[in-house]
């Protein structure tokens, strides 16, 4: 339930501030009402924004923009369906976010213009498929569109995120195991060979060196390991990091055929509403190069940007290149030649996104017998060379 910070004054004309909660302002209202209260002001009480508040969440941006279309779509107008969704709302920065967007658009700004004063919250796609609606007089209608394509967008990363998991959980147990091996199994048969005066192999004595060496020197190890941590996360986010990264990501075997898919499937998805949405084709190629998320892909759009500019179309930049399948490239060419490319590309992103759900289905299942298989050679290595000094000691006696 939504708190509310009033200003009210009773029958004897004193002042009184408070925060209560309630439904809504009505309620609120009402309720002061019964106990003798006349409301001079009423808002949200907000909570504090922090670098501890949540971050606004795919799922959060699902919600409003159904919700607001759905009130939209109903008649009721935009100030009144912007405070009902912020009432609604339990994420505080989100929440802090509409509450500033309701305050602009009650004092006469474009609500497309409201959002992109919070970029980290509304990206450009959504203000700019809300600024062609405010031109065309279908905000209701866009903001459904909206809705539909972050649900998605949401499906899309769930299935990623599944099947990632089964391979990342078992490559932690791999390295847990490991560590364990190494830094408690093996000290516990250190005594009993060394009593016995056994000639170690010499896999059983590289091993033992490596258990002494994180044994004894643990705050090495993880002060190495912080270290390369920290650099890694340092190269990942400069631009020579994430250009070596974004090539490594689509030209990776086994992995690279499954990101292009996914970025092919973002690009063309996000171009089709656009166009379809009455976004001009520049602002569309610019929006859909921002959203591709891969440096190389972004080049190519922002090619096909200058050459649309000068009067070609986007076949003509796409044509050979080797990011985009011959298939997927005469379909954006039939389309414009139909005039139907906002449909062509529309029935392309889901072929791909069915498409990049089977392959990720088939790269986990290349992946999984590889980790089992990796990890059984790690631990039965490990294994080996305590039982091969145990064998000898048998055989002594």
């Not at 959060?60 to 939209?72: E, F, K, N, P």
């Not at 405010?134 to 990623?160: C, F, H, P, V, Y």
């Not at 002494?212 to 090495?220: G, Q």
């Not at 000068?310 to 139909?338: A, C, H, W, Y």
């Amino acid at each position: 339930m939504p708190s509310f910070q009033f200003t009210a004054v009773d029958a004897a004309g004193e002042q009184h501030e408070d925060v209560r909660d309630a439904e809504n302002k009505e309620d609120l209202k009402q309720t002061l009402a019964a106990e003798g209260l006349q409301v001079l002001t009423v808002s949200l009480d907000l909570p504090s924004v922090n670098i501890l508040t949540p971050r606004v969440k795919q799922k959060d941006l699902l919600y409003i923009t159904s919700q607001l279309a759905v009130m939209i779509e109903t008649g009721i107008n935009v100030t009144s369906a912007l405070e009902s969704v912020c009432e609604q709302v339990e994420n505080a920065r989100l929440r802090h976010a509409l509450e500033q967007v309701r305050l602009g658009v009650e004092g006469g700004d474009d609500l497309s213009s409201m959002l992109e004063e919070h970029p980290k919250i509304f990206d450009a796609k959504i203000t700019a498929l809300v600024r062609a609606s405010e031109q065309t007089g279908t905000l209701g209608e866009m903001l459904e569109r909206i809705s539909n394509d972050i649900a998605r967008d949401i499906s899309q990363r769930g299935k990623i995120k599944s099947a990632l998991t089964y391979p990342a959980v078992m490559a932690s147990v791999a390295v847990g195991v490991t560590i364990f091996l190494l830094t408690f199994i093996m000290p516990q048969f250190e005594p009993l060979f060394k009593r016995r005066n056994v000639e170690l192999p010499k896999i059983t004595s590289a091993l033992m060196a490596v258990s002494h060496m994180m044994l004894e020197y643990w705050w090495a190890w993880l002060g190495g390991l912080i270290i390369c941590t920290v650099s890694l996360v340092y190269w990942l986010k400069s631009k020579h990091g994430q250009r070596t990264m974004d090539g490594f990501r689509i030209y990776a075997p086994l992995l690279g055929p499954t990101v292009r898919l996914i970025i092919l499937a973002r690009s063309v998805r996000t171009l089709g509403l656009m166009i379809k949405s009455g976004v001009s084709m520049l602002d569309a190629l610019q929006l859909t190069s921002e959203v591709a998320g891969n440096h190389y892909y972004k080049l190519v759009w922002l090619e096909v940007i200058d050459r649309v500019t000068q009067g070609e179309r986007i076949v003509d930049t796409l044509r050979g290149n080797p990011l985009f399948p011959k298939s997927l490239v005469q379909m954006i060419g039939s389309g414009e030649e139909t005039g139907k490319l906002d449909f062509v590309l529309e029935k392309i992103s889901r072929h791909y996104e069915e498409e990049t759900a089977s392959s990720i289905k088939s790269v986990t299942t290349m992946v999984e017998p590889l980790l089992i298989t990796v990890m059984g050679f790690v631990v039965g290595g490990i294994s080996m060379s305590l039982l091969l000094p145990i064998f000898r000691l048998s055989r002594a006696h």
